[in-house]
C-alpha cells in the first residue's frame, strides 16, 4: 500500500539550475508531500557537500524521513562512497553479485556503508516500456528503501533511527564475509 513519488533532476545542458540546488530541493519537496522514506540513486565523486544539502537532510531528519542513499559504482569511475552516502544519518547501500559477494564493478566500497543489496543482473522497465537488465547500487538503493518502507508500513510507531536499526540489525553475514567497508553490517534480510 506504498505512494510512490518520483521525483527527476536534470545534469549538464538540461537544466541552468545546479545539481546540489536540485537535490536540496528534491529533498524538501519530497519530504513536505509526505514521503517517509526518499531514495537516493545517485551519488558523486567527493565526500564534501554543500551546505544546502545539510540543511535540506536535517530538515528530513527532524520530520523523520528514511533517507536510503546508493554507495555508487566502481565501473563507472566511482572510486569511493562520495555525497550523499558520507552525510550522517542516512542509510548507504553497497552491492553484491547474484552470489552474495560484493560486486567488483556495480558497488564501490567505504566505511559509511550500512547494509548491502543486489546490484547486478537487476531487471527494469526502459523508457519506451521494453525490459532492460543493468547493474548498480542504484537499483540496489531502492530495494532497501522497499525494506524500510514495509517496516514503517509494518511497525508505524518506529520512527526513522528505528527503522534504519532494525534493517542493519537483521542484515545477514555475506559469503564473501564480514567486511563492513564492502558489506557494511551484511545483506539487506
Known amino acids: 500500500e ?9 545534469f549538464g545542458q538540461t537544466t541552468d539550475k545546479p ?29 564534501d557537500w554543500p551546505e544546502s544539502w545539510d540543511q535540506a537532510f536535517q530538515y528530513a ?12 559504482n566502481r565501473g563507472s569511475g566511482t ?3 562520495g555525497a550523499p552516502a558520507t552525510i550522517p ?4 547501500v ?13 558497488s564501490t566500497q567505504g566505511i559509511t556503508i550500512g547494509v548491502a543489496a543486489a546490484s547486478e543482473q537487476l531487471l527494469g522497465v526502459s523508457a519506451d516500456a521494453s525490459l532492460v ?24 510507531e518506529l520512527d526513522a533511527n528505528n527503522v534504519l536499526n532494525r534493517i542493519v540489525a537483521t542484515a545477514t553475514t555475506a559469503p564473501g564475509g564480514d567486511d563492513p567497508l564492502l558489506y557494511g553490517a551484511g545483506i539487506v534480510n
Open 79 to 81: 572510486t569511493r562512497v
Open 89 to 92: 544519518g542516512v542509510l548507504v
Open 94 to 106: 553497497g552491492g553484491v553479485d547474484r552470489s552474495g559477494f560484493a560486486s567488483v564493478e556495480a
Open 61 to 72: 531528519y527532524d520530520k523523520d524521513v528514511v533517507i536510503v542513499v546508493a554507495a555508487g
Open 2 to 10: 506504498a505512494e510512490l513519488l518520483a521525483i527527476s533532476v536534470g
Open 133 to 156: 537488465q543493468w547493474s548498480g547500487t542504484s537499483g540496489a538503493a531502492p530495494i532497501v528503501s522497499g525494506v524500510a518502507a514495509l517496516v514503517r508500513a509494518a511497525h508505524p
Open 19 to 47: 545539481f546540489t540546488e536540485q537535490i536540496a530541493e528534491a529533498v524538501r519537496w519530497a519530504v513536505d508531500n509526505g514521503a517517509d522514506v526518499i531514495n537516493m540513486s545517485l551519488t558523486t565523486n567527493t565526500p
